[in-house]
């Protein structure tokens, strides 16, 4: 088994290069974010609720996401593994991550952050908020919201990773396809060295 974190700040291309890793090394995509749009399209009680702390930026409670996982960790008992997209993104959630991984007798393998300056993120998500009809990209105010509780409450993710000797980081600037070289690169090397 191979479990992968892509991690970063709102608009580092997560979602983006999540659809590539996804396709080259057929890893299970469990990502929080499209979990609580089809929520939020469904208009389930959860949905609902997601939607109004999603609108301002903010980050839905810690149990609600944690729960999201766990089910669809037990809906995927013979994967290969996982790539997690915006999970984790509290210290809880990670701490709850790395529990629910050895309970399966397995745990996070890497951990890559996509480092992209702020500018470019702002950028990203401006354009991104002319097609994607998501509500929370529609404000300017709500986007830079992210970027502080991103700095606040998930990059201390991060930290907790670096610890574990887990982290690497690759650079999230620059054409889509290049990025996608970098990572598999990363990715490559480290899965010679995991028996799986
Ligand atoms: P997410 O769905 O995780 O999305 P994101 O952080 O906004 O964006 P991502 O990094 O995936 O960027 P993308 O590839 O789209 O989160 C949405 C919300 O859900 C959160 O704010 C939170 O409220 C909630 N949520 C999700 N998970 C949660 C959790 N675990 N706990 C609590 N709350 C949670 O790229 C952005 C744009 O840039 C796209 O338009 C893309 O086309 C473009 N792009 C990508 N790479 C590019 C490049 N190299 N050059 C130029 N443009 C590029």
Sequence with gaps: ?????????PGSGKGTQSEKLIEKYGLVHLSTGNLLREEIANNTPLGLEAR?????????????????IDNSLEHHKEAPGFLFDGFPRTLAQAEALDKLLLLKNAETDLVIILDVNEEELI?????????????????????????EVYKRDTFP?????????KL?????????????????????????????
């Design 123 to 147: 950028k990203r998500l401006v354009n991104r908020a002319k097609t994607s009809g998501r509500s929370d990209d529609a404000d300017e105010n709500v986007q830079r919201k992210r970027q």
């Design 168 to 196: 690497v980081h690759v650079d999230g600037m620059g054409e889509i396809d290049q990025i996608f070289q970098r990572l598999c690169s990363i990715i490559d090397k480290k899965r010679k060295s995991t028996p799986q």
């Design 157 to 165: 993710v991060a930290t907790h990773y670096q610890k574990m000797k």
């Design 52 to 68: 109004n702390i999603m609108d301002k930026g903010h980050l839905v409670p810690d149990e609600v996401v944690i729960g999201m």
């Design 1 to 9: 088994m191979f479990n992968l974190i892509l991690f970063g700040p």
